[in-house]
Every structure is written in structure tokens, then in C-alpha cells.
T-cell receptor, first 117, second 112 residues
Framework: GAVVSQHPSWVICKSGTSVKIECRSLDFQATTMFWYRQFPKQSLMLMATSNEGSKATYEQGVEKDKFLINHASLTLSTLTVTSAHPEDSSFYIC?????????????FGNGTRLTVT | AQSVSQHNHHVILSEAASLELGCNYSYGGTVNLFWYVQYPGQHLQLLLKYFSGDPLVKGIKGFEAEFIKSKFSFNLRKPSVQWSDTAEYFCAVKTNAGKSTFGDGTTLTVKP
């Protein structure tokens, strides 16, 4: 159980275009999902916390108008990278917990490799 | 804000060698501690976790970790590694606020 599906696995887009990444919890409901960004040889950096039915909470330094997050249902959160630039090229990972308790581990999607040309 | 430090960026071992990966965290309050593993081509998955009770926790595939509160440490150990343990390992801290902070990760390469 606790499967998180992320789509697409990789995407290449041109500068100035927008890209949408989907994150689905397949066998559980997730009121909260987390979006991370990972640079090569570096750790996962939390970008934002996606809350079902309400606005996402963004970490300091993350542009909310550039990284649009929508969590319209208990099983789907989307991250849209708007007006993408080459510096947005990265590995984006979503995750969710089975329970909202603070000792509940995260379950991760497979990640999305974004390359902006 | 909490932070996590993993001491080793890349560890290379031969099969059957013992493993210990260091993890130290910085946070003054109650924490929950996790080790995640990412095998080549796969997604991150939970290896083990600690939130209370016995500070020595056992996870999957023979891994264990010991929480030493006085040292703010949560080192990962395995007595005898296998080639299939080659992966990237991340230590993470989760506070009551629900946010998880990850270390930079340690790449483990086990030579057959």
C-alpha cells in the first residue's frame, strides 16, 4: 500500500513554456502532499506543502507565482512550472504520508526530470 | 529551523564489510528520525524510523539505527553489506510541524 504515482517521469520543454507535473496517491487519501526539488549530488529541498482544498504553503525563497500548486482532491496534487527557464531544470519529487501524524513516514513518487532548453 | 548533516558523501565497501553511516541533526525539540533509501532507478523508500521507545530500531534488509539523544545522532548500521545494498541513503528529521528535512545523502557502493 501507500503508492504515490508521479507523471511524467521526464519532460523537456522550451524556455518560456509551462509544464505541469501530477502527483497521485493511488491507494490512500492524502490531505497533505509535499513537493521537493533535488539538484545533482544534493539533498531534497522542500519547495512547498500542498494542502487539499486550500492554498499551498511555500518555503522561503520559492516563488509561488512560478511554481503553482493545486491540490483539488484528496488524491491529486499538481505542480506547474510557469514560464520555465533553464535554471528550473531539476528533479522534482512529490511525497505524501498515510497519516497526518508527525511520526508518519513519507511515501515518494518516482520523480520528474525537467529539462528546459 | 532544523538541519541534518550526513558525514559521508560516498562510501565504498566490499561485500560482507560492516557499514555505519553517520547522521547528526540540529533541533531543540521533539523529533522523529528516518532513514530513506533510493536504489538505482527507483524511488525513495523508507528504511527505518524512530519516534519513541527503544533507541535501537531495526528496519528492512538487516539495517538498524541507534538514536543517541545526547549526541543528536541517528547513525545507520548494517553488520554485513551486500552488493544489492548499493544505493543512496538519506537521513531525515521530521518535527511536530510536519516538515521533513533531509541530509545531503550518502552514496554507498558495494563491490562484489
Amino acid at each position: 500500500g501507500a503508492v504515490v504515482s508521479q507523471h511524467p517521469s521526464w519532460v523537456i520543454c522550451k524556455s518560456g513554456t509551462s509544464v505541469k507535473i501530477e502527483c497521485r496517491s493511488l491507494d490512500f487519501q492524502a490531505t497533505t502532499m509535499f513537493w521537493y526539488r533535488q539538484f545533482p549530488k544534493q539533498s531534497l529541498m522542500l519547495m512547498a506543502t500542498s494542502n487539499e482544498g486550500s492554498k499551498a504553503t511555500y518555503e522561503q525563497g520559492v516563488e509561488k507565482d512560478k511554481f503553482l500548486i493545486n491540490h483539488a482532491s484528496l488524491t491529486l496534487s499538481t505542480l506547474t512550472v510557469t514560464s520555465a527557464h533553464p535554471e528550473d531544470s531539476s528533479f522534482y519529487i512529490c511525497s505524501a504520508s498515510l497519516e497526518s501524524s508527525y511520526n508518519s513516514p513519507l511515501h515518494f513518487g518516482n520523480g520528474t526530470r525537467l529539462t528546459v532548453t | 529551523a532544523q538541519s541534518v548533516s550526513q558525514h559521508n558523501h560516498h562510501v565504498i565497501l566490499s561485500e560482507a564489510a560492516s557499514l555505519e553511516l553517520g547522521c547528526n541533526y540540529s533541533y531543540g525539540g521533539t523529533v522523529n528520525l528516518f532513514w530513506y533509501v533510493q536504489y538505482p532507478g527507483q524511488h525513495l523508500q523508507l528504511l527505518l524510523k524512530y519516534f519513541s521507545g527503544d533507541p535501537l530500531v531495526k528496519g528492512i534488509k538487516g539495517f538498524e539505527a541507534e538514536f543517541i539523544k545526547s549526541k543528536f545522532s541517528f547513525n545507520l548500521r548494517k553488520p554485513s553489506v551486500q552488493w544489492s545494498d548499493t544505493a543512496e541513503y538519506f537521513c531525515a528529521v521530521k518535527t511536530n510541524a510536519g516538515k521533513s528535512t533531509f541530509g545531503d545523502g550518502t552514496t554507498l557502493t558495494v563491490k562484489p
